[in-house]
C-alpha cells in the first residue's frame, strides 16, 4: 500500500514517519507538499506532528487552509484512512474533520515524556491489532495536548465508542495521576464517527523500534496494513 | 582624535585601537566604518585577547576534517561517509537581560552555525549556569531560559539531548547560557562559507532587517556588564518557525550545485557575515544595503550593518543560477534580495543606493590587535588551595540527612523538571535520552551511535584553574566512555570575566593551559568553540567556567552502557581510585559537599591525567567486550551520590561492606575524578580483574546489587523510595 505523509510548513516528524514506513514497515511511502492537491495514489494520509507555520495564531489553524487539506477532506470522505499525529490531531480538529479542540496543557508547560495508553476501541482501522483493554507505552512531546469538547460531543464520543485511547496508568486504569495535560476523560486519540479518520497526541512513529526504548507504536501502523490489505483483497 | 572616548566605549573600542585604525586606513574612518570595525575587532568576533591562549589547544588528528576558525563549526569524520559538525556558543548577556529571548535566539545561532555547513541538525545541548534558586531573581531567569530553550528548540525539530545546569552565588548576577549543537552530514557534501567566485551573488534570505540587536557584539558580549539594563535593545527575538523553514531550505540549496557558499548572520549581522566570507576566500565584497529588505523604515546605513535581527541567512550564489535558487525560494514562500556580488580586490565596500559609504579592506578588518597579556596569581588562592580541612567533622554514625540533603540539592538533584520541557524524542534517533553520563543517538543507516555530553565544573577552575580546566575534559570524556562511546572531539565555551584585568587572565590561560594537557593525554582534538569573557559585575567576575561539549563514538549501538543498576547478585565494583580512597580529608576539596554542609568553597581539585586515561580505557574495553552491566562517573557528590543514582534509574538496591581507611566522608563524598562506579555479573568479575590489572587501574569492591534499601554498612540504610524523592523532588522544591 502507499501511504502519504503530508508537509507543512513547520512540520518536522514528516521524517520519522517517512523513516518508520519505509525502513520499519517496508511500505511505499511519498512526502505530499502542503500545495498538493492530488491525493488519488494514496492509501492512508498521515498528518505528521511539528508546528505548522510555528503555531503562532493556534496550533493548526493556519495549516488547515493549506491547499492540501480541502483534498484530504475529500480523500477522508471516501473512505479511506487519515491519521493525525499530535500537530496533525490538532490541524484536523481545526478543519473540522475532527470535533473538539486541543488547547494549552494544564500545566502550562510543553512535555515531553513516555505515556501509557489504553485502548478503548479495538474495531479502529487504527487499532484492530490491540486487544482490548490493552496498555501501549508511547512518547508524548506537545504543550498544547488538552482535549476538550462540550459535554454533549464527550457523551456522543463516548457513546460512539470513538474514544480510541485514553491516557492511564501502566495496569490501565484512568486516573488523573495518568493524566500528563488535563485532557478530558483522559482523551489521548479519538476516531470520526465513520472510523476512518483518527487523531492522537502520542507519537507512535517514535515508539516502532527497541532501541528507542519501547515498540508499542507498531500496533498502530499494523493495525492500518492488516486493514488496508485485507480490504484490497 | 576626532572621536569621543564615549563614542568608542560604545563600540567596545580603545583610544590606542581607534589610533592604530587610522594609522593602517590612512585615514580617520567614517562612522559607519569605525562600527564595523568596533564589531569586527570585538572580542566576540575578533578573539583579540582570547586567540592566543586558544593556539595553545590541540586542534589536529586523523579525524578532524575542518579544525577551529576555519568555519562556522568543526567537522569531524565518523566514517561511512559521514562527518559530524559541532560548535558551542554562549549567549549569557542577552540571556541576563531577558532570559527567554536571550536564550531562544542562542538555541537559533548555533543551529544556524550548524546548517550553514550542509548539515541536518541533530541534537541541542545546554550548559546553563545560574545564581541559587532560594533567590527570586535567579528563579525568574532560570524558568525564563528553560522556556525560552524549550519554545525554539521544539518547535524548530531538533531534540535537545543533555547538558548541565548547575547553581552558585558565583553565576547570580551574571547567568551563563551555552547551546551546543550537532549535526549530521555526508562528508562530500559539506558547504563552506567562503565568498568564492568573482561575480558570483550574494543573497540575503530569511527574515527583514530591523533595528534590533545593534551592538550585540561590541557592547553586550565584549565589556562587562554595569548599566545592562539599558541595553535592552541590544537582544534580539526570535522566530523559530523561520529558522525551521531556513534549514529545510538552506539544506535542499545546499544540495545543488548552484552555490559556493553559506553563511549565517550572527553578531554583528550583515558586516561579520559579508566581510568573514570574503575573508575566508581571500576575496573582496561590494554590497549594497539599499537591496536590504527592512523590518521599518528610516534605517541609516549604520543600522542596517550591524542590526542583529535573527533568522537571516547570507547564500553566495552562483552567477547564472539565481533563477533556480529563487524557484526553490518560492516554493517555501520565502522572499530573498540579491544584495551584492564577489569581487577580488580584498576590500569590503558598502554602497547605499550605488554611492559609497564604507569602504575598507577585509585584510584589515580581520585582523585585529591580539593581546598576549601578564596573568598575576591572585592573592586570594593560595589561602584558599592550602585551607586546612582536618578540623572539619567526619561524618557521625547515622548520616541520613546529610545524603538526603545532598541528593535534593539542585546541583545533584534529577533535572528531569527542565528536560521533560525539551523534545528529545523528535528524529528518533534517540537511544539514551538526557539524565544520562551522556546522550546516545543512533546513526540510521549504519551501525554506529553517536554520544553526547557537556561538562565544566567552575568551582573546581576557581580553585585551580589548571587542574579544573583538565578536569572539566577528562570528565566529559569519562562520560563518554561510560556510555561505551570512544570519545573523538571538543568545542568549548569558555566563560570568564574581563581578560583585561590580570588576575582573571590568569585564569583563562592556566584554565586553557590544563585543558590542553588534558586533551594530549587523552588525544581529543578542540575543533571549535566560543569564548564568552566580560562575565562579570562590579568587578565581580564569575567563576572561571570553561564548558567542554565533547561527541564520542559508540561502534555498535547494540554495545552501549547506561548507568542504572541491573539485576540482583551484581557485583559493585570502583574502578579507579583517588585522593578519596586514602580517606585524606583533601579529597573534599572543592566538593559540593564541603559547599552544602559545611559552607565551605576551600581546597585544590587535582588530577592524575595518566591514571585518568588508564581507567577510561579500560572502562571502555570492558563495556566493549560486554563485561559491564552498567557504569556511572563519580562526580558531584563523590561515591555516594554516584551509587545512589545508579540505584534510582535502576530501580534496584545496593548494599555496600567494603573495608573504609581514614575518612568517610573523603571517602563517600570526595569529589576525586578517575573513579567509575561499575557493575557485573559475578561470573564475569574474575575477567574484570584480570583487564584492570593489566590496565594498571586500581579495582575494589563496594558491595552487591539487590533489595530495596541503599546500604553502606555503619552508615546509610534507606528505603529506595526516600532517596529517590529526594533526587526526584529537589530541583522541583527548590523551585518552591
Known sequence: MRFGVIVFPGTYSDGDCYHVLERVFYQKVEYVWHKETNLSDYDCLILPGGFSYGDYLRTGAIARFSPVMGEVENFAAQGKLVLGICNGFQTLCEAGLLPGALIRNSHLQFRCQWTHLRVDNTSTPFSQACSPGQVLRIPMAHGEGFYYADEATLMELEEEGRIVFRYSSPSGEITQDANPNGSLRN??????????????MPHPERSCEEMLGGADGRFIFESILDYVIHKVS | MPVS??????????????RLIVERLGREPNPLELGMFGALWSEHCGYKHSKPLLELLPASGPRVLVPPGEENAGVIDIGDGLAVVMKIESHNHPSAIEPYQGAATGVGGIVRDIFAMGARPMALLNSLRFGPLGERRNRYLFQGVVGGISAYGNCIGVPDVGGEVLFSPSYSENPLVNAMCVGLVETKKLVKAGAKGVGNLLMLVGADTGRDGIHGASGLASRTFEEERELRSAVQVGNPFLEKVLIELCLQIADTDYI?????????????????CAARAGSGVVIDIAKVPRREKGMNPYEVMLSESQERMLIVVKRGCEDKVKAILERWDLPSAIIGYVTDDGMARVLDEGKVVAEVSVQILTDPPLYRKEGVEPEWLKPLQTMNLDHLPDLPDEASQVLLKLLSSPNIASKEWIYRQYDHHVQTNTVIPPGADAAVLRIKGTKKAIALTTDGNGRYCYLDPRWGGAMAVAEAARNLVCSGAQPLAITDCLNFGNPERPDVYYQLEECILGMAEACEVLQIPVVSGNVSLY?????????????????????????ICTMGFKDDGDIVLLLGAGEAEAGVSSALSGSEYLELIHEVVGGRPTIDLSLERRVQQCCLTAIEEGLLKSAHDCSDGGLAVALAESCIVGSIGFSGDWVMEGRRDAQLLGESPSRIVASVEPQNLAKLEEMAQSCGVPLRKLGGVGGKRFIVKEIWDLPLEKIEEAWRGGLEKALG
Open chain 2, 5 to 18: 572616548k564615549e563614542a568608542l566605549d560604545e563600540i567596545a573600542l580603545s583610544e590606542d585601537e581607534y
Open chain 2, 535 to 559: 562575565n562579570e559585575t562590579r568587578g565581580q567576575a564569575v567563576y572561571p567556567t570553561p564548558v567542554i561539549g565533547m561527541v564520542g563514538m559508540v561502534e555498535d549501538v547494540h554495545h
Open chain 1, 187 to 200: 482523551i489521548a486519540g479519538i476516531v470520526n464517527k465513520e472510523g476512518n479518520v483518527l487523531g492522537m
Open chain 2, 260 to 276: 559556493t557558499g553559506l553563511q549565517d548572520l550572527g553578531a554583528a549581522g550583515l558586516t561579520s557575515a559579508t566581510v568573514e
